[in-house]
């Protein structure tokens, strides 16, 4: 039956809503090939229609199908796209080797191409007066208050404030510091912020 893969496709999408799972190159391929089948049989009854006006109902219904698969293939691409822009704002311009072995090859150049966008845009915001550039990934969230506690989970080293500042970064060890200086630490995994 037609349409049976793309569907399938869809409903895994749907369980793993809120994570990224494999690219599922395989099912797409058969998508793909099941879309060339049904648009060969199309071509050779739409060419037959003049002839014979029963094909053209076949003709419609085979149109349909594809369509259902293109429309369907796409919101999956553009679903998998979304949650890697998202990632990009989570984890930065480097992903995690378990991260990144769940994008196919043209989601990774993607990926990339859009780090590099995004640092661009960063970059330039704040030429005008003087300033340059902004992390606009720093703080996903508006901060409560401009400093927080944090708890070191692991061993980091030396740290250096935008005052000049310098702590050591230690394992279990707690600090009060300000919330701008410290997100990307926080979203390393480095530090984790005390409720």
Request: hydrophobic letters at 35%; proline letters at 3%; glycine letters at 6%.
């Amino acid at each position: 039956m037609f349409g049976e893969k793309v569907i399938e496709l869809i409903k895994e999408a749907e369980r793993n809503r809120g994570t990224l799972d494999q690219f599922n190159d395989e099912t797409i391929r058969q998508i793909i090939e099941e879309m060339h089948v049904l648009f060969k049989l199309n071509m050779n009854d739409a060419n037959s229609t003049t002839e014979n006006k029963s094909l053209w109902t076949t003709v419609q219904v085979r149109h349909s199908a594809l369509e259902r698969n293109k429309r369907c293939l796409l919101a999956y691409l553009y679903n998998r796209m979304n949650k890697i822009k998202t990632l990009r704002w989570e984890f930065g311009s480097v992903l995690p080797p378990d991260v990144r072995e769940l994008l196919s090859d043209g989601e990774y150049d993607w990926f990339s191409k859009y780090s590099t966008n995004l640092a661009t845009y960063m970059r330039s915001l704040g030429e005008d007066i003087g300033y340059h550039g902004i992390d606009l990934t720093e703080n996903l969230r508006p901060p409560k208050s401009l400093y927080i506690e944090v708890l070191c989970v692991s061993d980091h080293g030396k740290f250096e404030l935008e005052d000049g500042d310098v702590i050591m970064l230690k394992k279990n060890t707690r600090h009060f510091l300000p919330a701008s200086e410290c997100q990307t630490l926080i979203r390393k995994g480095i530090l984790q912020q005390i409720v």
